[in-house]
């Protein structure tokens, strides 16, 4: 397999969706598991796409650890980096749907959010060989609620920033992740002032940094080349390079929302992997790559799961096409 042109760093997990929707988890007859984490999907998904990725967090030593593992090697990712915890299970979240098909997350049963094998990634493991050849490394914020995969959260951007690998950050705030969400934001803040790129929600976006205008958001930040702020059926606004721009939603038949958000950024990274930075200085080149991220997260709320529902490359061709 050729070195990973992209990283991806932090959770994989077990998303178990609710059989029934419109009910609260004490009402849900009946769960069914689906493979999930957001950078696991985001790998996933570059992979499907054409853009060779490595997956770099930690599972437990169990059934469902490996069941994952095997899923990622199937799929054609490098799974180089992944670490495996002796005792720590690998996580499992609940999730229950809305009648719409809007996901809630319900926690993780009796299990601790401290006590999973991600929270315990190790920052000494981390493979720098990874890196010398990567183009990007994407990560979330969801381990840095926990001190070990925190400390392997800025390994990793040291890392990342020694080689010259360019950084995006999707902030996917999970107050359910967090034992003291009073401190999450000065966190999570902290980890942004390294980034190259952020992907924000509206409401992560006000929350952080008390707007959604990405322009403003970019004035916050030192050095971004890029900020993309998603707005659910309002579209995404973004800043990439000196150009701001707004896209509305392609209208499909929404199943199940659960990893658009991550199929969006693979779709906007495997464009920056095939545009380089033209991305940044091209008004065009910047509003199709945000137009095919766009298709890529649409196409993925079709069908149930996460990794399961991420489209081809070809898939998305065609999308667009009949767009025009």
Same mark, same amino acid.
């Given at each position: 397999? *050729?070195s990973?042109?992209?990283?991806?760093?932090?959770?994989?997990?077990?998303?178990?969706?609710?059989?029934?929707?419109?009910?609260?988890?004490?009402?849900?007859?009946?769960?069914?598991?689906? +493979?999930?984490?957001?950078?696991?999907?985001?790998?996933?998904?570059?992979?499907?796409?054409?853009?060779?990725?490595?997956?770099?967090?930690?599972?437990?030593?169990?059934? +469902?650890?490996?069941?994952?593992?095997?899923?990622?090697?199937?799929?054609?990712?490098?799974?180089?980096?992944?670490?495996?915890?002796?005792?720590?299970?690998?996580?499992?979240?609940?999730?229950?749907?809305?009648?719409?098909?809007?996901?809630?997350?319900?926690?993780?049963?009796?299990?601790?959010?401290?006590?999973?094998a991600?929270?315990?990634?190790?920052?000494?493991?981390?493979?720098?060989?990874? #890196?010398?050849?990567a183009?990007?490394?994407?990560?979330?914020?969801?381990?840095?609620?926990?001190?070990?995969?925190?400390?392997?959260?800025?390994?990793?951007?040291?890392?990342?920033?020694?080689?010259?690998?360019?950084?995006?950050?999707?902030?996917?705030?999970?107050?359910?992740f967090?034992?003291?969400?009073?401190?999450?934001?000065?966190?999570?803040?902290?980890?942004?002032?390294?980034?190259?790129?952020?992907?924000?929600?509206?409401?992560?976006?006000?929350?952080?940094?008390?707007?959604? *205008? +990405?322009?403003?958001?970019?004035?916050?930040? *030192?050095?971004?080349?890029?900020?993309?702020?998603?707005?659910?059926?309002?579209?995404?606004? #973004?800043?990439?390079?000196?150009?701001?721009?707004?896209?509305?939603?392609?209208?499909?038949?929404?199943?199940?929302?659960?990893?658009?958000?991550?199929?969006?950024?693979?779709?906007?990274?495997?464009?920056?992997?095939?545009?380089?930075?033209?991305?940044?200085?091209?008004?065009?080149?910047?509003?199709?790559?945000?137009?095919?991220?766009?298709?890529?997260?649409?196409?993925?709320?079709t069908?149930?799961?996460?990794?399961?529902?991420?489209?081809?490359a070809?898939?998305?061709?065609?999308?667009?096409?009949?767009?025009?």
């Open positions: 397999m *050729n990973p042109r992209v990283l991806c760093l932090g959770e994989i997990l077990f998303d178990l969706l609710a059989d029934q929707s419109d009910r609260s988890v004490d009402q849900v007859e009946s769960w069914k598991p689906y +493979p999930g984490g957001a950078p696991a999907n985001v790998a996933c998904g570059l992979v499907k796409l054409g853009t060779t990725a490595g997956f770099i967090g930690c599972v437990g030593e169990d059934a +469902p650890g490996q069941e994952l593992v095997s899923l990622l090697d199937e799929v054609g990712v490098d799974t180089t980096g992944i670490q495996r915890h002796p005792t720590a299970p690998t996580r499992q979240v609940y999730v229950t749907r809305s009648a719409a098909g809007e996901r809630q997350f319900a926690g993780f049963g009796k299990i601790g959010t401290e006590k999973f991600d929270a315990f990634l190790s920052a000494n493991k981390l493979p720098e060989s990874l #890196f010398t050849s183009d990007y490394l994407v990560t979330g914020t969801l381990e840095l609620a926990y001190p070990e995969s925190q400390k392997a959260v800025y390994r990793a951007i040291e890392l990342a920033q020694k080689h010259k690998v360019k950084i995006l950050i999707d902030i996917n705030w999970r107050p359910v967090w034992l003291d969400q009073d401190k999450a934001f000065s966190i999570i803040l902290e980890l942004l002032k390294e980034a190259d790129l952020i992907k924000c929600s509206e409401e992560e976006a006000q929350g952080l940094f008390n707007t959604d *205008n +990405p322009v403003k958001i970019a004035q916050q930040l *030192n050095n971004i080349k890029g900020v993309l702020v998603t707005a659910g059926e309002q579209g995404c606004a #973004f800043r990439l390079g000196d150009y701001t721009d707004k896209l509305g939603v392609f209208p499909v038949k929404t199943v199940d929302t659960t990893g658009a958000g991550d199929s969006f950024v693979s779709g906007f990274i495997h464009q920056c992997c095939l545009q380089g930075d033209k991305i940044f200085q091209d008004a065009q080149t910047a509003k199709q790559a945000v137009k095919y991220a766009s298709a890529a997260g649409a196409l993925t709320t069908k149930p799961g996460a990794i399961a529902a991420q489209p081809t070809r898939e998305i061709e065609e999308f667009l096409s009949n767009k025009i």
